[in-house]
């Protein structure tokens, strides 16, 4: 059983375009489509990182990573040539293929690159169709702060 657990995790690295993650705790359970992490979870994919409490991985039939879960104390760098952000929330959803980030709760949110901040219960950054949404759930509204040209 720990040989399938090993040769799991090793298949699930490899097909999953650089996927690192460490973490104190590691659980999957045979037929089942995801892999869970748990304990100052870390996982790096490319210049992306997440830190969590807890990463659940979602996989497809080929053991490819299809959707990511983060969950517990999240905080998170997202980083190529065009981006720079950072931030925290307490669940983060990345479904990779669309390049969709979905973050919720108690959401900071810092472009790093434009110089502006978003806070809000529930923002989507859409990389591939190059949006951005922020939700409020009522009790304090949406923030967002930028810079301003000067007179």
Do not use: Q, W
């Amino acid at each position: 059983m720990k040989y399938l657990l090993f040769a799991l995790f090793l298949t699930l690295i490899a097909n999953a375009a650089n996927l690192e993650i460490t973490a104190k705790d590691f659980y999957h359970k045979d037929g089942e489509k995801k892999a869970i992490f748990s304990g100052n979870v870390v996982a790096k994919e490319g210049s992306n990182i997440i830190y969590a409490d807890k990463i659940v991985i979602f996989l497809n039939d080929k053991n490819e990573a299809v959707k990511y879960e983060a969950t517990g104390n999240v905080k998170f760098e997202i980083k190529d040539e065009k981006k720079n952000v950072k931030g925290s929330c307490n669940r983060l959803i990345y479904i990779p293929d669309k390049d969709l980030y979905k973050l919720y709760d108690n959401v900071a949110l810092h472009d790093l690159l434009n110089k502006r901040d978003i806070y809000g219960d529930e923002v989507i950054l859409d990389n591939k169709n190059k949006t951005s949404m922020a939700k409020s759930n009522g009790k304090k509204p949406v923030k967002f702060l930028f810079k301003v040209k000067d007179k």
